[in-house]
């Protein structure tokens, strides 16, 4: 713990004789790059919506403490050598400080030893892998809103508790599949819930599910889990729907937001059940956020990553704010040990705790999609079965094996 | 000298003073890219420009080389060199073994079983342990090149990349001015004839087929070490399409034809970046008004225009 006690001394010092009144000419500008997908599968996930979000935080927080902070964004087309490119051209030629969104697992983990070189600050609102946190984490590093055991934890456990105690998987036979069926098992029989088969299909490439989901019928089990993620998803609602699986027995998606329910409808895709640690209907806070948020946003209501990013930008420049936008540039160990010695706030999530391996510890909320005659307005899609608290929801620090943790 | 034509080794001195000059005025990773992108395509020209044969799979030796260099660096902690030369070997071991069941057809043939042998290579990147799946291998170590060199600095990198970059490119040209290269020039305008002319097509099919993907794989291995990363998106068959493309636009069966088209497509990929959903439209209607305008891609076209062979 030596290197984390010494930052953050430095960072408290530097934060101590930074001067309250502060002239805006001489505040040096702090930069947020939001890399993410801007033209492929995840668009509508993170997207423009992720940008705007980012700048809505800039502009409700930076001015009012005098900060100068400038939003740029780029799209990395899911092609790692392209995202590290470009975030090293950041880092050393355009002085960007911050990385945030970054969806896709293989880039997000990519980018992990750059910003760590170079010493900034990667905040991660929407890439699963739990190695984030875990053997491939970073002190320059903050996982945001989920990640797969939090996903299994929420779906899997919370489903049990909830009565769906029989399951049966169809699954992506690659290793993320594989992944989230062995996690979410070992959830499923933990809480006392049993799983009576699994149904593998070849990855990628598979369009027809209708023998899978045969199989899953014979099985006799309440809960159908989808180990699999995005289109494979849809596809495998869909035909679910069609051959009326959805009436018999309850699908549970592994990996969803609400941008992808709202792309199915709800007519296909009522009686679903998904983790999300966002919904913008969720309580007094969300809605002022969205009501706020919404008219800027050229498409879609805010999902968990949208919000996401309003609440990363907006806790990193209160970190900024405290210790001073010069010593903030200069580190980026010190501004997220400062991010992790204050509590999260804001309306998009409520309170929250960064633990020290990056992780923050926003509670996980397993949804149920409505049915459309339930449907009240435009978005009014979830209802809420089951919140795990953020102490249960993630993978305990232990477990992780982060190595910096150990040092 | 390596049998340049007058015009050639004029270009082959602008291009290695643009080599020596950018790293100075433009950012180095980014020129890495480019400069493994044109190995990449040059290596491809050698097969489509001067054989004939049009590949649907090189990604597969291309990424398969970037993997190899990546976990041998990683886990065995060999010297960069090796890593580089082994990315190659692999590409190489892997080209012969594809190689020898795709070139007993040819045309639209070859190109559908390369397609295919390069998918099921994919599906092997995907599934086998030590490619960590859809993660990839990541955090790989530059390493030290000849025990000594330390590769963490970009610019030492960058010369490394450089060196390896120009000796792809000579050991090509040397390939296609040889009297092996005349055979091969041969097959591609009439490969009935040259058969009856007693050479042995197939033979020389393949050791061509080898050539490239052994050079396909140094430029994956080295992309591997600058990125520090091997993904499944080096051996995906959209690279492979890329591929084709960046050749195409360079203009196919020139010399400095590819590493134009590396320039342009790794530019545009680059400085689009931040036009967010309009990059994929943009890209398109560029290459629209190339595949339009210029059939012989840029330098084919410069090269026609000025009576000259580029």
Known sequence: MTISRRTLLASATAAGAAPLARARAQTPTIKIGVLNDLSGPYINTTGVNSVVCAKQAVEEFAAQKGLNVEVISADHQNKPDLAVSIARQWFDNDGVDVLLDVPSSGVALALQPVVREKNKVYLNISAASSALTGEQCSPNFVHWIFDTYMLSRSTGGAMVMDGGDTWYFITADYAFGRQLEADTTA??????????GSARYPFPGTTDFAPYLAQARASGAIVLGLANAGADTINVIKQAAQTGLIEKMEPA?????????????LAVAQGLNLTESFYWDMNEGTRAFTKRVLPKLPKNYPNSVHA???????HYL?????????AAKKDGVAAVERMKAKPVEDDAFGTSKIRADGRNMVPAYLFEVKKPSD?????DYYHLRATTRGEEAYRPLADGHCPFIKA | MFGFSRPQLIAFLAMVALIVICPFILYPVFLMRVLTTALFACAFNLMIGYVGLLSFGQAAFYGMGAYVSAWTIKNWHVDASIAIALGGLTGGVLGLALGYLAIRRSGIYFAMITLALAQMVYFFCLEAPFTGGEDGIQQVPRGFLFGFIDLSKDMTMYWL?????LGGFLLIHRIIHSPFGQVLKGIRENEPRT??????????KLIAFVLSCTLAGVAGGTKALVFGIATLTDVNSSTSGEIVLTTLLGGLGTVFGPAVGAVVITTMENYLAQMGAWVTVIQGAIFMFCVLSFRRGILGEIGNLLKIKL
């Open chain 1, 187 to 196: 959830v499923i029989q933990k809480a006392g819930g049993k799983v009576l």
């Open chain 1, 253 to 265: 998606a592994m990996l969803m937001f609400i941008d992808d329910v709202h792309a199915v409808g």
């Open chain 1, 308 to 314: 996401g990013c309003y609440s990363a930008t907006l």
């Open chain 1, 318 to 326: 209160k970190a900024v704010a405290d210790m001073g936008a010069a």
């Open chain 1, 375 to 379: 449907s009240k307005g435009p978005w």
């Open chain 2, 161 to 165: 990349v450089a060196a390896v970059f």
């Open chain 2, 195 to 204: 058969t009856s002319l007693g050479y042995r097509t197939d033979d020389y």
